[in-house]
């Protein structure tokens, strides 16, 4: 792994909530190079961008209907040259996100696909002959129903793990690999640095498995991809890749294998939640939130490298779910300075350096999201409506996907327009009032990241669990000698300052002024020994 990839601080852009510059509701290109100083400024040095490719838009963009141009709502091909060029001015990387387990239905390869059984495109989609006239086996799609989609015309079921309009791509057909090959050596040959890979351990079926699970060949077909495309031009790649052990992990990531530079690890995204049901809230295991986190950091050590992340396009707010509304400021830096003290490749998702909670959405109709749609109609008989909108406002997709705030003018400042998607927002947390306050949590953000890119032992030190127990927790970076502790206090209430951390230290970053012998409720304290 090269050093700039792992000193990586990636923030991620929902490109249809960011920044719109013409008023059609719609964040756009144009929009987001607007933003660049802001990005800038941030102390960001990469920027995941979520799909900006033409689509039909069933899944917000990752139903993918061409692989090589960019959506006329956020506009043309030159915008986003543009966009790459003066991200690389400001030494920003540009990362794009590669949606290739599944395209479009109304993609032109599905679209001849579905003509007819001989169709030369037929065998890049996986179809199946009815069983006892039904579907040819019991797998579910992540959006709800069957995996498998009756097509009339041709007479078999196509697989599709997402929504219907997201077809299955069969990447047992050697066509399929070099077409995907193709497509990324097109993209980073215009200087694109690299991908965030969505759900990339589901391209390989296992059709023995009652889930669809890893297959049989991912790893061949990562190493193919790693050969033929990304391995020549030296690409950062962060798979999607949930519910893996460390050690598969290191299977997908160790150097030697030539994979993924990294996968991110969701497990402690986990907590909170009553297993994979993501609409159920549960009480949040604290405690076992930073001994996931440690977990990681042991287990990829000497090999591969953890990814640093709590929030994205698919979750609701960090603060919602970890954080305590009480203490807004004090939790929201907490978590950052908990998670971007150790020891991995920083990302953070738009709206989450201002310390955003989840919005309100009072009513079925406000929503977008396919996911959250669905699940409403699947759960409508088995709940009251009230107690649906509170399970929505708690794991909707969604609660991420409102406008990024920019000011405390109409609609936040997102658009002169009426946005795509509308929500209630907090005044005091935009962009504007936090970059005038420099006790905000912007600010936070902002010195975390800049103390990190300046600190070898913070960006490549060793990782130690000193101690995790009653709300506190404290672990230790060393590198050469040089070392710094990170003490945190995950609670409401309270505590000594433990005892193994020593008198003489010097305080680099604090989420309160003056240090003392006291934890107060939330406190965090990167210290210099
Ligand atoms: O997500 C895959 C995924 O496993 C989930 O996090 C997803 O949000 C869903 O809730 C599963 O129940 C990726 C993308 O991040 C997501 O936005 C897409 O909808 C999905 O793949 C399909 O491309
Ligand atoms: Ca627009």
Known sequence: MQTWQKETVIYQIYPKSFCD??????GDIPGILSKVPYLKALGINAVWLSPCYPSPNDDNGYDISDYRGIAPEYGTLDDFKTLLDTLHQNGIRLLLDLVVNHTSDEHAWFEAARQSRDNPYRDYYIWRDPVDGHEPNGWRAAFGGSAWEFDEKTGQYYLHLFSRKQPDLNWD????RQEIADMINYWLDMGVDGFRCDVINSISKDFTADAPGMGPHLHEYLHELHVKALGPHGALTVGETWGMTPAQTLL????????????????????GRVGWDKFRRCDVDRKAFVDILAKWEYGLKDDGYPVLVMENHDQPRALSRFGDDRYPFESATMLAALLYGMRGVAVVYEGQELGLANP????????????????????????????????????????????????????????????????????????????????????FYRKLFRLRQNDPVLLHGDFELLQNEDGTAVYRREKDGDVRLVVVRFADTPAPLPTIVPANTEALLANYPNGGDTLRPYEARILKI
């Open 360 to 443: 309100t959405f009072p009513t079925l109709a406000d929503y977008r999201d396919i996911e959250t749609i669905n699940a409403y109609h699947e759960m409508e008989n088995d709940y009251d409506e009230q107690t649906l909108l509170e399970m929505m406002n708690f794991g909707s997709r969604d609660n991420s996907r409102v406008p990024m705030p920019w000011d405390g003018s109409a609609h936040a400042g997102f658009t002169t327009g009426t946005p795509w998607i509308v929500a209630d927002f907090d005044p005091t947390k935009t962009v504007a009032a936090e970059e005038a306050d420099e006790n905000s949590v912007l600010w």
């Open 252 to 271: 997908m990531t160790s150097e030697a294998r030539g994979e993924l530079t990294m996968t991110f690890q969701f497990e402690h995204l986990m907590l």
């Open 21 to 26: 510059s013409n008023g059609d509701g719609i």
């Open 173 to 176: 057909n050697p066509k399929v």
